[in-house]
């Protein structure tokens, strides 16, 4: 690549989908692959390959379906890892393999219990294994930024003669300042043999604040790839978000001089689409994508009286696809016309799934007069998320008010064929439906957040329910929308209730985890 | 103060409240301006007095009710502004008015259409009118970022000159970069004549994601006020976050060497204390007060895994004040340590409302068996938001189901004494409540945003209802908290309607007006 071209690194199956709360099913991240192949992301670190079968499957699929990113998996410097990560990429017609093993006086003596020759040796080893496999392998020590500079130096330069490609000095904890991190790559760009030849790569964290700041710091050092996820999602506080780091070096190209791939008026639908498939919403004052970022209070209905619109905005919202309207379809569109609407919103649908979306619109069209964006998204994301349906709503009803005891009455329809209903009291009818639902299923579980939200507006909006239901220590969310908020309420309960009986195996986290003994 | 002393200057109540949907009554601010009293800022920016009357009255009641930090008033360069600033903080123990006036070219040509002198001029003037009524003067150079810096320069020593003793550098739109505003501040340090006996200020917005990276940057050239607000609020993506400024100048103590008065652990308190008052949540991975800040995927259940605490955090979460746990009160808690929790909450509330809060509390605590913060937050938060109520919801009654028709009937009390009571069918039985609430009033308002949330966790979970209705092109609010959401979501949007009432007059932004002529 030319010296001017910054790799975009997109992390959000990874490190976002370990932001508590945000773990994804295989068709969630393959749709989100996808959407980040349009946005035009350089490399997608598709997950964790070792940390469980759910975790290796879903790396697999991206790398045999989605087409033009580099598809990545990230393995420990132990040979276990590192097989099940090239096993989980090969598919893919452009493979790496991304190797990772702390290197802070902290992380060797506490994590680890290593010296520093052994985490040389070690690191050495992994790079050699993985480029057995792949000539494209990434290499961190972690926690680099509170590593000692000449350790750090010692080891990248010991990685990029073992066959390293790509050399990311990730700020793990969000402790560094964006002077010294400079300082830092310029350290290793001016001592480090060989750095010429690979890639330097930045992953910050936003602990601080400055995940971005300490990103953008060190492309004037030269770094040329930026690991970044969507909505700044990942660990504790985040990552670098990528939506801010682009239109950063987009909009002061001036400065930086540096191009991406990225299509920004992708930006936004991928920023809703994320937001809606992991339920982690974007903050109305979040840079570029929040909902505030391009109104002013003044402005919304004053646009006129600014007499120029650069006077207080330094972007055009239509440059990040910030959608002039939502209303796009009503009940006498067609099915092409919904077809490239679900496209232009960042979904990957197959013809199967198509047709349902079609046919909910038809009948949502014979409720609502206007259907806007969110109601497509809400029957697309239907698709995406169904799995397998152990119980399914077959009717429900409910009644409440002052002085009365709120009741609902539940029919629910098994897998296997039969149906079951029964009734109960609650604290309010919400509660009432959950409660009657517990009984039939026999699933009790803990709410820990229960949430509904308009996701349309006027008169025949529709409602989100969200749901993360505790069972047995794990976290299980459920959504579904519809006019009717309790309707939505108990949709969402009972695909919770669903999600119990699928409970996955236990899984790996990188960050958790020291490295098995080879 | 001395030369490692930063000085914390709010201003969630004039920059953040201009956030779209986060305008506050009287009542509201009051609330906040004590919590930052509590939470010990230096200077409390309490409103832009000139823009309506009850901007005005907000300013004034702050000014002679809040003790300890400096109260500011915002005001262009123009008498009427400042005469109006004057009047509105002279009540304060320790006044400021701030002065600003755009210097950039842009704004020069297309807002204000003056040259050069003229912004000179008029500049000197209004610090000078202003230092006539007071010694503690702010001038802001609005957009000063864009400004040539040469002028800037020539511009900030004429307003020292004729009294500044603060001089604030902002970033208006957002568009700086980090090295090159410490640039701009080192350039001013050293060529204008009289800045050493000034403090200078920086005042950052978020639009790149580089509000708090560029206020630091500027701290290691000299400035020694920071502008900022509760969760980063403030016009498009907002201001500087204070949590995250003062987290990292004290996190990163070694690098900057300087010293707040914050007391940080009011830092999360007073975070939810705004995000309840403004109805703008924070997102789960906001640095510092976001849900995720503290908490990793693998770790939360897992914390004895992890060997060393520091390995993986920087912080401390208590030291930021996250409780350890919500479950506070039971049913035989007493007035005392209801009042104290109340406190500790960052509620200031008189003996009346205290009384009103108890009574609440008692009511709830035989309904629910474990009482939490949030349940406390619901009932304090009633106190300070209300205003004087048209209409009061008396009783309701909804059905919903299956192949039903949602319908509800409601009956209201007016202010007046009397009586009204209706039914109405609906898409859903919120719907229906709100069909029958607008047809009892006869106002018809058009909801833009509806959700529901669950305040607390567990079986007997509240649920708080929020609703922004537009009504002839404004904004209105309404909230309310109960365990049936069906009557959380009539009671907000009651609230909402008699809102619509008491419209009050057309305000100005300081960003959407020029200067009057003079």
């Given at each position: 690549m030319s010296e001017d071209r910054l790799i975009v690194f997109d992390t959000t199956l990874r490190d976002g989908e370990q932001s508590p709360g945000a773990s994804m099913n295989l068709a969630e991240k393959l749709e989100i692959a996808h959407a980040l192949a349009d946005l035009g992301v350089d490399v997608i670190e598709a997950g964790f390959p070792i940390a469980s079968p759910g975790d290796f499957e879903a790396v697999q699929a991206i790398a045999q379906e989605v087409e033009g990113p580099v598809i990545c998996g990230l393995a420990r410097c132990n040979p276990d890892d590192i097989d099940r990560a090239w096993e989980a990429v090969r598919d893919s017609a452009r493979p790496r393999i991304h190797v990772f093993l702390a290197t802070s006086a902290i992380h060797r003596e506490f994590k680890l219990k290593m010296d520093k020759g052994e985490i040389v040796r070690r690191a050495v080893e992994g790079v050699q294994r993985a480029r057995g496999y792949c000539d494209n392998i990434e290499f961190s020590p972690e926690d680099a930024a509170r590593t000692e500079l000449d350790f750090l130096a010692e080891v990248v330069e010991r990685a990029i003669e073992a066959g390293a490609t790509t050399v990311n000095i990730p700020d793990t904890v969000g402790y560094a300042m964006p002077s010294q991190y400079a300082a830092a790559i310029r350290h290793l760009k001016q001592?480090?043999?060989?750095?010429?030849?690979v890639v330097i790569s930045v992953h910050c964290h936003d602990d601080l604040g400055l995940a971005v700041a300490n990103s953008l710091a060190a492309l004037t050092e030269g770094a040329r790839q930026v690991e970044c996820t969507i909505n700044g999602l990942g660990e504790r506080a985040g990552n670098c978000a990528l939506e801010e780091i682009v239109m950063a070096v987009r909009t002061r190209g001036d400065y930086f001089g540096l191009k991406t791939g990225i299509n920004t008026r992708r930006l936004y639908p991928t920023s809703r689409l994320v937001s809606r498939v992991t339920g982690i919403g974007v903050q109305r004052n979040k840079a570029i994508v929040g909902q505030n970022a391009f109104a002013h209070e003044a402005g919304i209905h004053q646009d006129g009286m600014l007499k120029e619109r650069t006077t207080y905005e330094i972007m055009n919202p239509e440059e990040v696809g910030l959608p002039r309207t939502e209303l796009v379809l009503g009940k006498h569109s067609g099915r092409h016309a919904l077809r490239q609407r679900v496209r232009d919103l960042g979904y990957h649908l197959d013809d199967a799934q198509l047709q349902r979306v079609f046919e909910g619109f038809k009948a949502l069209a014979d409720r609502k007069k206007n259907i806007y964006d969110a109601d497509i998204e809400a029957l697309a994301e239907a698709q995406i998320h169904e799995g397998p349906a152990l119980w399914t709503l077959e009717s429900f009803h409910s009644s409440a008010g002052t002085g009365t005891m709120p009741t609902a009455g539940v029919c629910l329809r098994h897998a296997d064929g039969h149906k079951a209903q029964d009734a109960a009291c609650g604290d309010g009818p919400v509660d009432a439906v959950f409660k009657t639902i517990e009984r039939i299923t026999g699933v009790t579980v803990h709410v820990r957040d229960y949430q509904v939200r308009s996701v349309t507006v006027g008169e025949d909006a529709q409602g989100e329910a969200s749901i993360e239901a505790e069972h047995n220590g794990r976290i299980f969310r459920g959504r579904a929308v519809s006019t009717d908020i309790l309707e939505a309420s108990a949709m969402a309960f009972v695909e919770a209730i669903n999600r119990t009986a699928l409970r996955r195996q236990p899984r790996l986290n990188p960050q958790a985890e020291t490295v098995a003994a080879t």
């Amino acid at each position: 690549m030319s010296e001017d071209r910054l790799i975009v690194f997109d992390t959000t199956l990874r490190d976002g989908e370990q932001s508590p709360g945000a773990s994804m099913n295989l068709a969630e991240k393959l749709e989100i692959a996808h959407a980040l192949a349009d946005l035009g992301v350089d490399v997608i670190e598709a997950g964790f390959p070792i940390a469980s079968p759910g975790d290796f499957e879903a790396v697999q699929a991206i790398a045999q379906e989605v087409e033009g990113p580099v598809i990545c998996g990230l393995a420990r410097c132990n040979p276990d890892d590192i097989d099940r990560a090239w096993e989980a990429v090969r598919d893919s017609a452009r493979p790496r393999i991304h190797v990772f093993l702390a290197t802070s006086a902290i992380h060797r003596e506490f994590k680890l219990k290593m010296d520093k020759g052994e985490i040389v040796r070690r690191a050495v080893e992994g790079v050699q294994r993985a480029r057995g496999y792949c000539d494209n392998i990434e290499f961190s020590p972690e926690d680099a930024a509170r590593t000692e500079l000449d350790f750090l130096a010692e080891v990248v330069e010991r990685a990029i003669e073992a066959g390293a490609t790509t050399v990311n000095i990730p700020d793990t904890v969000g402790y560094a300042m964006p002077s010294q991190y400079a300082a830092a790559i310029r350290h290793l760009k001016q001592t480090v043999r060989g750095i010429g030849n690979v890639v330097i790569s930045v992953h910050c964290h936003d602990d601080l604040g400055l995940a971005v700041a300490n990103s953008l710091a060190a492309l004037t050092e030269g770094a040329r790839q930026v690991e970044c996820t969507i909505n700044g999602l990942g660990e504790r506080a985040g990552n670098c978000a990528l939506e801010e780091i682009v239109m950063a070096v987009r909009t002061r190209g001036d400065y930086f001089g540096l191009k991406t791939g990225i299509n920004t008026r992708r930006l936004y639908p991928t920023s809703r689409l994320v937001s809606r498939v992991t339920g982690i919403g974007v903050q109305r004052n979040k840079a570029i994508v929040g909902q505030n970022a391009f109104a002013h209070e003044a402005g919304i209905h004053q646009d006129g009286m600014l007499k120029e619109r650069t006077t207080y905005e330094i972007m055009n919202p239509e440059e990040v696809g910030l959608p002039r309207t939502e209303l796009v379809l009503g009940k006498h569109s067609g099915r092409h016309a919904l077809r490239q609407r679900v496209r232009d919103l960042g979904y990957h649908l197959d013809d199967a799934q198509l047709q349902r979306v079609f046919e909910g619109f038809k009948a949502l069209a014979d409720r609502k007069k206007n259907i806007y964006d969110a109601d497509i998204e809400a029957l697309a994301e239907a698709q995406i998320h169904e799995g397998p349906a152990l119980w399914t709503l077959e009717s429900f009803h409910s009644s409440a008010g002052t002085g009365t005891m709120p009741t609902a009455g539940v029919c629910l329809r098994h897998a296997d064929g039969h149906k079951a209903q029964d009734a109960a009291c609650g604290d309010g009818p919400v509660d009432a439906v959950f409660k009657t639902i517990e009984r039939i299923t026999g699933v009790t579980v803990h709410v820990r957040d229960y949430q509904v939200r308009s996701v349309t507006v006027g008169e025949d909006a529709q409602g989100e329910a969200s749901i993360e239901a505790e069972h047995n220590g794990r976290i299980f969310r459920g959504r579904a929308v519809s006019t009717d908020i309790l309707e939505a309420s108990a949709m969402a309960f009972v695909e919770a209730i669903n999600r119990t009986a699928l409970r996955r195996q236990p899984r790996l986290n990188p960050q958790a985890e020291t490295v098995a003994a080879t």
